[in-house]
């Protein structure tokens, strides 16, 4: 089936059932995820016993902020629009990606998933060979291009085909006040002598952005160039840890057949068209093990 036929066979009770959007869901879920990011925070800055294994931990909390930063772009994580605006700008703050520019970057995707010729998430190639695998796992290109975009936004607002010259001035802006903060951030720091956001924040990102590539290369890669979002997609089954720390967005191909559903539904989604489902995996050890064994031979 594909995923048109599938939403045209919901009823209306059932469409509003799962696009309805609730503050108090996003807000608790929030809480839960920005607070355990505070917790860790100080206990690394308070050097508890053991303190260097949480910087890992750490890591993965802030660099997941990309799932966060997603669904509000998508604006579906709160009911209520400025909560998602503000949100998306603070995760985008958090982990270098502008939240502006990545709103128009993933609704490019969105509207041509898998399309080798539009779908911008495929201007950089899923890795082919093992030593691209373990670079592209490494996570040094995205640190590598998301800088390189930052400057580059702030300069003039990009001149990239999805974003609309309307756009440019406030992704300019965006990206400029970033980076203002930031430098800001770097004063400060030297002036009090104090290396608190460099063990809290910029160490536990880079030890943490290779659990999200391994995480986000699941989502489409080895999955078939085509427009149906039920075979473009990939769905992994997972436990519910790895579901509340990603917003659900381990049931992906549901997600990309219907964007307007809110995280918290999407469990409810899968329910429904589960068995129309026609790329999934059990588990991101047993993707990533099909991957090298691909890339092997």
Not at 189 to 213: D, E, H, K, N, T
Not at 284 to 292: D, E, L
Request: proline share 6%.
């Amino acid at each position: 089936m594909h995923h048109r036929a599938f939403i045209r066979t919901l009823s209306a009770e059932q469409r509003r059932s799962l696009t309805l959007k609730s503050d108090f869901r996003g807000l608790l879920a929030l809480t839960l995820h920005w607070g355990a990011i505070v917790v860790v925070g100080c206990l690394i800055a308070w050097r508890v016993p053991f303190w260097p294994l949480l910087l890992p931990v750490q890591g993965v909390l802030i660099v997941f902020l990309f799932t966060l930063l997603h669904e509000t772009v998508h604006r579906t994580a709160f009911a209520s629009q400025w909560i998602n605006d503000w949100v998306a700008r603070i995760c985008g703050l958090a982990i270098l990606l502008p939240s502006e520019w990545f709103r128009y970057f993933h609704f490019a995707h969105h509207r041509h998933t898998q399309d080798p010729e539009n779908d911008p998430e495929l201007a950089d190639p899923k890795p082919e060979t093992v030593a691209r695998y373990v670079l592209h796992i490494s996570g040094i290109p995205v640190w590598r291009s998301q800088i390189k975009t930052l400057f580059r936004l702030a300069l003039d607002g990009g001149d990239d085909s999805f974003t609309p010259s309307s756009g440019r001035l406030k992704v300019r802006r965006e990206a400029r006040t970033m980076l203002g903060i930031y430098l800001a951030l770097a004063i400060v720091s030297i002036y009090v002598g104090s290396a608190l956001a460099v063990y809290v924040w910029i160490v536990p990102m880079l030890l943490g952005q290779p659990f999200l590539r391994l995480y986000l290369l699941a989502e489409h890669g080895r999955c078939p160039f085509v427009a149906n979002m039920l075979e473009n997609s990939r769905t992994t089954f997972t436990n519910i840890v790895v579901r509340q720390l990603a917003w659900n967005m381990p049931y992906h191909s549901e997600h990309h057949s219907y964007p307007v559903v809110p995280f918290y539904k999407l469990p409810e989604l899968h329910r429904l068209v589960r068995d129309h489902l026609k790329t999934t995996e059990r588990g991101y050890r047993r993707f990533h093990q099909a991957y090298i064994g691909e890339l092997e031979r």
